[in-house]
């Protein structure tokens, strides 16, 4: 399954909404999609599982939908720390597939 | 807690065991993955192996099955990711996860 993120980039402000998006190639079955933050110098951080369940200690501003093929997160009020690369993960019985990631930047 | 170990620099063509040791759980009862992130670069999967419950067998990445093997010690509770026949585009930051609960990776430079 390849997974394609769009934008490459995001450039937006502080206290502006946020929209990542990730489509797969195939359907991913079961919605076993997650959404991962990366700061440079930093391992991943789960944000996001089961194409909609927030990881323990996720702030509400982060949410998860989608099924099938095409998924969302979304991130509303984006804060400074915000500002980070986010991966989509599609995970099953035998593979694990990363996108290519979104870069959110400040504008 | 989980923490790499074993990076470094080391020769293309020559093996290299990386270890990821966790601490406050029982490592057999999970799965245990194997990320890496060539410098500049995305995450890619590298392999995981399942949890006793589930037969504790690996799966890997198809453009590394062969040249990686992922094994565990439960006395230890350590995995392990065993390298060989590397190349110098084997050079990235290797994660170990468990859940969500990440180490901070461990730097494998494959160069002359």
């Known amino acids: 399954i390849v997974l394609t993120q769009s934008p490459g980039t995001l450039s937006l402000s502080p206290g502006e909404g946020a929209t990542l998006s990730c489509r797969a190639s195939?359907?991913?079955?079961?919605?076993?999609l997650a959404w991962y933050q990366q700061k440079p110098g930093q391992a991943p951080r789960l944000l996001i599982y089961g194409a909609s369940s927030r990881a323990a200690g996720i702030p509400d501003r982060f949410s998860g939908s989608g099924s099938g093929t095409d998924f969302t997160l979304t991130i509303t009020r984006l804060e400074p720390e915000d500002f980070a690369v986010y991966y989509c993960?599609?995970?099953?019985?035998?593979?694990?597939?990363f996108g290519q990631g979104t870069r959110l930047e400040i504008k | 807690l989980l923490v790499e170990s074993g990076g470094g620099l080391v020769q293309p063509g020559r093996s290299l065991r990386l270890s990821c040791t966790a601490s406050g759980f029982t490592f057999g009862d999970n799965a245990v993955v194997w990320v890496r992130q060539a410098p500049g670069k995305g995450l890619e999967w590298v392999g995981y192996?399942?949890?006793?419950?589930?037969?504790?067998?690996?799966e890997y990445a198809a453009s590394l099955k062969g040249r990686f093997s992922i094994s565990r010690d439960d006395s230890k509770n350590i995995a392990y990711l065993q390298m060989y026949s590397l190349k110098m585009e084997d050079t990235a930051v290797y994660y170990c996860?468990?859940?969500?609960?990440w180490g901070q990776g461990t730097l494998v430079t494959v160069s002359s």
């Open positions: 195939q359907i991913i079955s079961n919605g076993y």
């Open positions: 996860s468990v859940e969500d609960l």
């Open positions: 192996l399942r949890g006793k419950a589930y037969g504790g067998t690996p």
């Open positions: 993960q599609q995970y099953d019985n035998t593979s694990i597939n």
